[in-house]
């Protein structure tokens, strides 16, 4: 007789990111577009200080914040790029933006608790809520061009309603918020007294205006918990960096969390982060300049077979939509079949995702040429 398991985990599944990238992994004839993963290398001097700290054996733990002058050079960081105003005790290194998150939810939620989350939205964040016994409201924004509504989170507030997750710019839909609108949605939270998530890990990829981080809004600081990291800025996705921005009481408190589950971040990878925010800091500008020039060009090779997008404001990907009898996935599964390139379906990222596929440019522009060829031919069938 088996031995029980866990409720939550059993249920969860693995992301449908993941299983179309498995299935596309084991064709050697497929042109992929479906991963967010950043076609830079991470910078030599970032390199060179993670090999100088194993050199110099600065490979014990840290503290479970994170080393202190990594916090006071992130806050530093954050607070020269972004215009906030955060010190070192209101920073937490984690591994990665996705321990930040999982650490946050911990912290913050009990079961039986709701949170507001826009859809489509990143995988991620449904299995992370669930494992609390807290449950998900899906608002679709597909019919407000991916951005949530104040007339939507009305509609969707209760008793139970203890916080609402943000990612700007957004995975799957590159879509940002500007200053004005996240500070209508900040007096929203501020009126219902909820906590707010905002993931800002694509914050320094964007395009057409500046990055508004909502930790800028003091009247919200007690409510809010900021991530971020390093995975998309500087093209360091495996070396598993983020940073948890909080006030210090809720510091104090997701610290306990982090400290149960692993101690603290790799050193090593802490002082490649240490300099990835000091002497590496303009990183993402030429990359940025890069991802706009493929945004545009796909931009106009969508719009030119007659499809109709929503433009992306940052990250490094579209939603299009193909009319179709079939689902999403089986149309994945069909251009994949027909045209030889894969597209993840929409499905992947919610109920509002299905009818959708997202293309990732995440890729070298011969790549990108030659997958919108491919789905050009298959469109012209």
């Excluded at 970032?46 to 479970?64: F, G, R, S, W």
């Excluded at 859809?119 to 299995?127: K, L, R, T, V």
């Excluded at 990612?167 to 200053?179: A, D, I, R």
């Excluded at 109709?308 to 069909?334: C, E, Q, R, S, W």
Aim: some cysteine; aromatic content about 10%.
């Amino acid at each position: 007789m088996a031995l029980p398991i866990n409720h939550h985990v059993k249920t969860i599944e693995i992301s449908g990111i993941r299983k179309f990238f498995n299935l596309v992994a084991e064709r050697n004839d497929i042109l992929s577009l479906t991963i967010g993963q950043p076609d830079f290398p991470t910078p030599e001097i970032v390199k060179e200080k993670a090999k100088a700290a194993i050199d110099q054996n600065l490979t014990t733990y840290t503290p479970n914040h994170g080393l202190k002058e990594l916090r006071e050079a992130v806050s530093h960081y954050l607070n020269e790029t972004y215009l906030l105003e955060t010190s070192y005790d209101e920073v937490l290194i984690t591994v990665g933006a996705s321990q930040a998150l999982d650490i946050a939810l911990r912290t913050i939620l009990s079961p039986g608790d709701e949170v507001i989350v826009p859809s489509p939205i990143y995988p991620g964040y449904q299995p992370l809520i669930e494992m609390q016994g807290a449950t998900v409201k899906e608002i679709d924004t597909t019919a407000s061009q991916f951005k949530l509504t104040l007339e939507q989170l009305e509609g969707q507030i209760s008793e139970k309603t203890r916080c609402l997750i943000l990612p700007y710019p957004s995975n799957p839909t590159g879509v940002s918020l500007t200053q004005t609108e996240c500070e209508m949605i900040a007096a929203f939270v501020k009126k219902h007294n909820l906590y707010l998530i905002t993931d800002e890990i694509y914050s320094a990829l964007t395009f057409d205006f500046e990055h508004f981080s909502m930790g800028r809004i003091k009247a919200i600081k007690d409510q809010l918990i900021v991530i971020n990291g390093l995975s998309k800025s500087h093209a360091m996705t495996g070396w598993r960096i983020g940073f948890l921005v909080a006030s210090q009481a809720l510091i104090n408190q997701c610290v306990k969390v982090l400290q149960y589950s692993v101690s603290c971040a790799s050193s090593i990878s802490q002082y490649a982060a240490l300099a990835a925010v000091t002497e590496a800091k303009t990183t993402p500008v030429a990359m940025k300049e890069a991802y706009k020039e493929r945004r545009d060009y796909v931009y106009h090779r969508l719009t030119a077979m007659g499809l109709t997008v929503v433009k992306p404001d940052g990250a490094f990907y579209f939603m299009f939509k193909i009319p179709h009898h079939l689902n999403a996935f089986d149309l994945a599964l069909d251009i994949l079949e027909q045209a030889k390139v894969a597209f993840v379906p929409g499905s992947s990222f919610g109920q509002a995702g299905e009818g959708y596929l997202r293309l990732s440019y995440a890729y070298s522009m011969d790549t990108l040429v030659e997958g919108l060829d491919r789905l050009a031919m298959y469109l012209s069938k």
